[in-house]
């Protein structure tokens, strides 16, 4: 009897981290996630091929920019389905219950959880813009202040 509840113990564990992995693929899914890594990855990716053409030394090299620009872009497109799929489902696994996911997929099935996607990008281009021209300079200013006030003690 006590090995029956214990299989039967086991099986309910295995089934709600099953349900649990297919939650998160949803609520992953709701959060347009991969819409929001392809956004971070394509704003690297300048970043990246200019590196890619600064080692590049020969002409032969050179030649191969545009099989190396095809290549970074599939590797980037992979990239994202990756993280979607492995390890961004494990980790949000790992810090919410099923209960939370219920809750994070009903808000971003609302409105506001679709307003919140819509914006994301929005506000984060005007919050680093504000952080370069604003607060970067002043933060830089007060950090040399202070390490000059040690230098003169």
């Not at 030649?63 to 599939?74: A, G, H, R, S, W």
Request: proline share 3%.
């Amino acid at each position: 009897m006590k090995k029956i509840f214990g299989l039967l113990f086991v099986f309910t564990i295995s089934l709600n981290a099953q349900t649990s992995k297919e939650k998160v693929q949803e609520l992953i899914k709701e959060m347009q996630a991969d819409k929001m890594i392809s956004q971070v990855m394509d704003q690297m990716v300048p970043m990246m091929q200019q590196q890619i053409k600064a080692s590049l030394k020969t002409e032969e090299q050179k030649q191969k920019l545009e099989k190396i620009n095809t290549i970074l872009f599939e590797e980037v497109k992979s990239f994202t389905k990756e993280m979607v799929n492995g390890p961004m489902v494990t980790i949000y696994a790992k810090h919410f219950s099923n209960k939370d996911i219920n809750n994070l997929i009903k808000f971003y099935k609302g409105k506001t959880g679709k307003k919140l996607i819509e914006l994301t990008p929005v506000i984060s281009k005007e919050l680093m813009q504000t952080m370069m021209q604003n607060e970067i300079p002043e933060f830089q200013k007060r950090i040399k202040e202070r390490i000059k006030n040690i230098e003169t003690k």
